[in-house]
């Protein structure tokens, strides 16, 4: 399997870590941004939306970071990270809803404001990030994981862009039971963390 990817991105890695976390052995291949090779033709015939991660296993061409996490619990048999039960993937596409509507344009986009310069509001933004962490803490407060008794793909997927929502200027200390989860989620065998940048409220010498 190769995966297309960019090692600043939450939603590669996404990809990255439940990779890491089934043991499934990939090819990374770092797609150059900053020089445009994601608007390139090659690049734009594998992802129409010129966005990583992409997935390419042996052929079959998987751009979106969640459709990747379904992909790959259904092609490696990993029922234990996505359930079969009606009830139980339902569980757990809610959360990937979530993830790819108010993390994205929450703690992901205020992210990207600090990171990349993004033309976000960056209040909006951050508060669109609080509303969202408010709500997953109080879910959080009564179970240890989001969609079942263990992890699961929604786990991953909501993971990559909470833990680093503080490089956004998102303050995550009073969501106690997001920061339990998070500690819970690195201990999993098979973690690889999203490297962390110096922004927002990581910066050397204090917020920025
Ligand atoms: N829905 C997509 C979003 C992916 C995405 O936004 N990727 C960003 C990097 S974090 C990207 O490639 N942006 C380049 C662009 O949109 O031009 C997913 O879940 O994979």
Redesign the pocket.
């Known amino acids: 399997m190769k995966l297309y990817s960019?090692t600043l991105?939450?939603?590669?890695h996404?990809a990255r870590l439940f990779l890491s976390l089934v043991g499934q052995p990939y090819e990374a291949v770092e797609?150059d941004?900053a020089g445009g090779q994601?608007?390139s033709p090659d690049f734009l015939a594998i992802n129409p939306?010129?966005?990583?991660?992409v997935l390419d296993d042996d052929g079959v061409i998987v751009?979106?970071?969640?459709?990747?996490l379904v992909y790959l619990a259904k092609k490696l048999g990993r029922g234990d990270w996505l359930p079969e039960d009606a009830e139980g993937a339902a569980r757990v596409q809610r959360w990937l809803s979530v993830?790819?509507g108010p993390i994205?344009f929450g703690p992901?986009a205020a992210r990207?404001v600090t990171l990349f310069g993004a033309a976000f509001d960056a209040e909006e933004v951050i508060a669109r990030a609080h509303r969202i962490l408010a709500l997953i803490d109080a879910e959080l407060s009564s179970r240890d994981w989001l969609a079942a008794e263990r992890p699961t793909i929604a786990d991953v997927a909501l993971y990559s862009y909470i833990a680093a929502a503080p490089e956004g200027n998102v303050d995550l200390a009073a969501y106690g039971h997001v920061r339990a989860w998070l500690a819970r989620i690195e201990a999993l065998p098979g973690f690889v963390a999203l490297p962390a940048s110096p922004v927002g409220l990581n910066a050397a010498g204090g917020p920025a």
Do not use: E
């Open positions: 960019l991105s939450g939603h590669a996404r797609v941004f994601n608007r939306f010129g966005q990583v991660p751009p979106d970071s969640n459709a990747i993830a790819a994205a992901c990207l």
